[in-house]
């Protein structure tokens, strides 16, 4: 059991610090946006809330582990259920930021206009062909 705890919290970890530093870009030194990106839509607070919150929500596995403690609930499937809502709570939240850092870094570097090329060549010149009318 100690070794599934001590294995959940290095995974805990590693993930909330993916998800602010790679999936948010965030927690980075910048002149403009101190501990933020060069980009931003939202105000500030968004994104620093959503860092704490993050890292609240990810610990909501914690509720399972000792369901006695919460007494609030009375059965066990309750705590489960309210884990799994935190979850999806917290993924939403990831995803809107998520999208908004993958938007920014499309539209900065252009990638949102790139053209890609075919795998079969394009002939410009296009015959006229005369349509007669009976």
């Known amino acids: 059991m100690g070794f599934w705890i001590?294995?959940?919290?290095?995974?805990?970890?590693?993930s909330y610090c993916?998800?602010?530093?790679?999936?948010?870009g965030l927690l980075n030194t910048n002149k403009n946006h101190q501990f933020l990106r060069?980009?931003?839509i939202y105000?500030?607070?968004?994104?620093f809330n959503a860092?704490?919150?993050n890292a609240l929500l990810r610990l909501g596995w914690?509720?399972?582990?000792?369901?006695?403690?919460?007494?609030?609930?009375?059965?066990?499937?309750?705590?489960?259920y309210v884990a799994a809502l935190l979850e999806v709570f917290r993924r939403f939240g990831w995803a809107?930021?998520?999208?908004?850092?993958?938007?920014?870094?499309?539209?900065?570097?252009?990638?949102?206009?790139?053209?890609?090329?075919?795998p079969f060549r394009i002939n410009m010149e296009v015959p006229l062909v005369h349509v007669t009318s009976r």
Not at 6 to 14: D, K, L, N, W
Not at 99 to 112: M, P, Y
């Open 96 to 118: 809107v930021i998520r999208l908004e850092n993958e938007h920014s870094n499309n539209v900065g570097k252009f990638r949102a206009v790139k053209e890609l090329p075919l």
């Open 43 to 47: 105000p500030k607070w968004v994104y």
């Open 62 to 80: 914690v509720m399972l582990l000792a369901p006695s403690y919460w007494s609030l609930f009375t059965d066990f499937r309750s705590i489960v």
């Open 51 to 53: 860092i704490w919150l």
């Open 6 to 14: 001590c294995a959940s919290v290095c995974a805990t970890i590693f």
């Open 38 to 40: 060069t980009f931003i």
């Open 18 to 24: 993916w998800d602010v530093f790679y999936d948010w």
